[in-house]
């Protein structure tokens, strides 16, 4: 068999304001020494050294409080040989174009930099603006097609789910790929010589393919994917981080949530209102804590990080996180009816 090894945590989080700030959540790549940033509210407390790794940036949408950080993310980048990529629901193109447009850039014929900017709609469409020519929008590339996924790389794929706020509010799921690890005792004990045919093996495994794919391993011999891969590979699954914000809590957004969050090791969850203020909630097109813990459960997602709470519980936000919880673990199920009907989805 394979050995499935302990899930190393090689993404690691933080929410750049707390949980009671705007929302902006840094997802750093360990080993790699590159960011992605999920939301852009306010960011001036954030060191400009830290800032400055961030290579995506994943807008959920453009009310103030998730877009602010615009213009700082750009006044420390402006001057840097460096490509900032931005993702957001469509529309996010014209909110970029009106804030380049706020300044005079008489002075940056000589700049390296550029912002490329993808709308997530029923395409990909990508624009570029660059400060060599004052930040011209000039379109990037023919639309590609959006079937969930947004962005991929051989570290890990990015997915998005748009959500109803009254205006499109974009879900995000980072996924970093499984780490595959050759056992070097048990590739001298198999007699195999090592070859093209190891990196063949992990791209079949990468790309999902059926463990019956067969594998050239030398000439005329051929094994399969799961033989190879049980004799051996050491699997380490990869980590999982989903975000979800401003969203209304409705049975069409609920089952997009739970799908995109389903088995994330952490689940990052808007949850500005108490479960008391529930007409509150759902006629400004927000979540209660209740239902953000609700999700969190039937997503089955190991642990829950509520935040983006209401300035309005200033004082008892603890109350927030307890309600959350407590519908999370089951200790008050309230929610239950979503289990079920998640249960009965194929
Ligand atoms: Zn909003
Ligand atoms: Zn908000």
């Known amino acids: 068999m394979s050995s499935i090894a302990p899930s190393k945590s090689t993404i690691r989080t933080r929410l750049l304001n707390g949980q009671t700030g705007d929302p902006a959540l840094l997802v750093t790549l360990r080993w790699q020494g590159r960011a992605f940033l999920i939301d852009l509210g306010r960011i001036d407390r954030t060191p400009a050294a830290t800032l400055l790794r961030i290579e995506r940036v994943f807008v959920?949408?453009?009310?103030?409080?998730?877009?602010?950080?615009?213009?700082?993310?750009?006044?420390?980048?402006?001057?840097?040989?460096?490509?900032?990529?931005?993702?957001?629901?469509?529309?996010?193109?014209?909110?970029?174009?009106?804030?380049?447009?706020?300044?005079?850039?008489?002075?940056?014929?000589?700049?390296?930099?550029?912002?490329?900017?993808?709308?997530?709609?029923?395409?990909?469409?990508s624009w570029r603006f660059a400060a060599r020519t004052k930040f011209a929008r000039e379109p990037l590339g023919a639309p590609a097609p959006f079937a969930g996924v947004v962005f991929s790389d051989r570290v890990c794929t990015v997915e998005a789910a748009p959500l109803d706020h009254k205006v499109v509010s974009m879900a995000y799921a980072v996924t970093e790929h499984a780490h595959l690890n050759v056992r070097p005792e048990a590739l001298a004990a198999s007699g195999l010589r090592p070859g093209r045919w190891l990196n063949e093996l992990k791209n079949a495994i990468r790309s999902g393919a059926a463990g019956t794919t067969p594998i050239e391993v030398a000439p005329d011999d051929r094994r399969t994917v799961a033989a190879l891969r049980d004799a051996l590979l050491t699997v380490t699954p990869g980590q999982k981080v989903a975000y979800a914000v401003d969203t209304l809590f409705s049975p069409a957004n609920a089952a997009k949530i739970v799908r995109l969050a389903g088995d994330a090791d952490v689940f990052y969850c808007e949850s500005p209102f108490l479960e008391a203020d529930l007409e509150q909630a759902t006629r400004r097109y927000h979540l209660t804590a209740g239902q953000a813990g609700a999700l969190a459960r039937a997503a089955g997602a190991r642990r829950l990080q509520v935040f983006h709470f209401s300035p309005r519980y200033e004082g008892r936000y603890g109350e927030l996180v307890a309600e959350a919880q407590a519908e999370y673990s089951g200790v008050r199920v309230h929610y239950g009816e979503l289990d079920r009907r998640h249960a009965a989805l194929p």
């Open 60 to 125: 959920s949408h453009t009310h103030m409080d998730h877009f602010m950080g615009f213009d700082q993310l750009l006044r420390l980048f402006l001057a840097r040989d460096a490509t900032l990529r931005l993702y957001g629901p469509t529309g996010i193109a014209d909110c970029v174009q009106g804030k380049l447009a706020g300044y005079t850039w008489n002075l940056t014929d000589e700049y390296q930099f550029a912002i490329e900017v993808t709308e997530i709609g029923a395409e990909l469409v």
